[in-house]
Structure formats: C-alpha cells, structure tokens
C-alpha cells in the first residue's frame, strides 16, 4: 500500500493524504464548518461511512445534511436510535435486525410481549428526542467474531447470536454504538445522534423471524427521519398530495398490523395482529 493517496474532490483540486486518513479528516482538513456537517462521503461514487479510510487513490465527495444521499445515512442512524430508546423505555428487550433499505423509512423488531399501541410511540417517540438532544457520538469498532459473541452473550441478545451466524467468514465485522447502545451493523451511520433531525414512527406490525411463520412472532416499529422538521413535514405533506390526486390507490394502501400512524395522529384501522403474542419459539441455530 502507497504511503500516500491522492483525493481529488468535487471543485477539481486534489488533496495527497497519508494512506488510512479517513473521510471525516479529509474534511476537516478542508474546514471545520465542514468537518461538523459531515455525515458520509461519496467514495468513487459509491457511499461510505465518514469513518472509512481512504487506502487508495479516490475520487470523494463530502455528504452533508444539504445532499439527498444524506437522507440514507440519517435514517439508518434514526434506527438505532429507535432501538435505543425502547430498550431504555423496557430495559433487557431483545432486539433483531432493522431494515437495508433505508430509501424513505426504517424500522427495528423487538421481542416484546406485546403488540405496540399507539401510547407507546408517544413515550418512544420523546425517548428518541432525548437520545437526539444528548448529541452522542456514533462509534465504529472493527471485532473479531468471538469478541462479538461473547458482548451479545453478555447483553442477552440471543437473536444477534444468530445474525452473527449469518455474516461469511472472512468478512469484517462492525459493531456501531452511541451512549450505551451496542448493535453489530455495517453503517454507515452519522457523526451524531443531534444530526438527526426530525423523526417520526410510522406504524406497528407483528414480523415473524427471517419471515417465516415456523418462528417466532417479533413486533416491528417502521418509522422515518429527516434533517430538519420542515424536510419532516415536507415528505408527509407530498403523502396527502398524492392520497388527494389518487384516494383509491391511498386508500388500497397496505396496512402492516394493528395501527398505521398518520402525520401527528394515530388511528385504529385495523386489529390483524393479537393484542397479546402467544409463546415465542425457539429461534433457529
């Protein structure tokens, strides 16, 4: 490996850094003011966390709050987030994996005893501004595969155990965290938890394990974030927009489980899911 890489950016200049610098420090060598808004890089056009280490010559594009393809990064940290918040609402629940794309929502499912109610998004929903307002950093830890077993053995999160089976050999292993939360993810996440800025949950559903209905029943939180309120409000004013043009096609719309939440309300619609889950099954090794 070179001891240096050659960084060309957006305004056509190009930058020598020694090999391994990441994005974050490509940007704060450019400027604070950049350095703070930083929330990814666009690494050879493909998005990367603004942890990554540039080992190569690249070409890079610093992702702020202002760029569409920060919306991405904001709601995968706005899923964890969510996690974190229920886990501190019910100590000791058990978590899955949350969602890939991460396009326009994103969700996370629980074992929990029960199906969500809309009370408790109330309560997760200001657990979830708290965490916001704490301005926790995010942190990306590289483990090796032992070490990542016996941190869930300890945490008591036997569902990762089984996720953790999932990742190839070979493959690197992350661990993302803020605060007390821990969870083996890939990112690519925010600096900090305060540049998310906007967050609302969505809708409550119950999701079999791996999606197959042998296992056991999990209960799913969707939810969505954005940079700011009026981005927030935007997206949700674009939604009554086109229920307006096209109310069949709103209407048709799916409805995964109890309740579906709609701009500041929430509504019954539908009771499809058991107020109370039956006992779980064993998950599959």
Same mark, same amino acid.
């Given at each position: ?135 926790? *950093? ?15 053995? *300890? ?57 197959? *209905? ?72």
């Amino acid at each position: 490996m070179s001891e240096t890489v050659r960084v060309s950016l957006p305004d056509g200049s190009a930058r020598e850094f020694p090999a391994g610098t990441t994005v974050l420090e490509v940007a704060e060598a450019i400027g604070p003011r950049l350095a703070r808004d930083t929330v990814a890089g666009m690494v050879n056009g493909d998005l990367v966390d603004l942890r990554t280490a540039l080992t190569a010559d690249a070409d890079l594009r610093i992702v702020t709050a202002k760029d569409p393809e920060a919306g991405d990064v904001i709601r995968h940290s706005a899923e964890h987030v969510l996690a974190d918040a229920v886990k501190r609402l019910w100590p000791g629940t058990p978590i899955d994996a949350g969602r890939q794309d991460h396009s326009e929502k994103y969700q996370y499912d629980f074992r929990f005893p029960r199906a969500f109610k809309p009370e408790d998004f109330e309560k997760i929903e200001a657990e979830m501004a708290r965490i916001i307002t704490e301005d926790l *950093e995010f942190d990306r830890q590289e483990a090796d595969r032992a070490e990542v077993r016996e941190v869930m053995t *300890e945490r008591g999160e036997d569902i990762k155990l089984v996720r953790l089976d999932d990742i190839p050999e070979g493959e690197v292993i992350t661990l993302y965290s803020h605060g007390p939360f821990l969870d083996l993810c890939r990112g690519p996440h925010v600096q900090r938890t305060s540049q998310i800025g906007a967050v609302r949950l969505l809708e409550a559903s119950g999701a079999y394990f791996r999606g197959d *209905e042998r296992n056991e029943m999990l209960q799913r939180i969707y939810g969505t974030a954005f940079a700011s309120k009026k981005e927030l409000n935007a997206y949700f004013a674009r939604l009554e927009e086109l229920k307006r043009r096209d109310p069949d096609r709103s209407h048709a719309r799916k409805v995964r489980g109890v309740w579906l939440r709609r701009g500041h309300h929430t509504t019954d619609l539908r009771r499809r899911v058991v107020e109370e889950v039956g006992p779980l099954r064993k998950l599959p090794r």
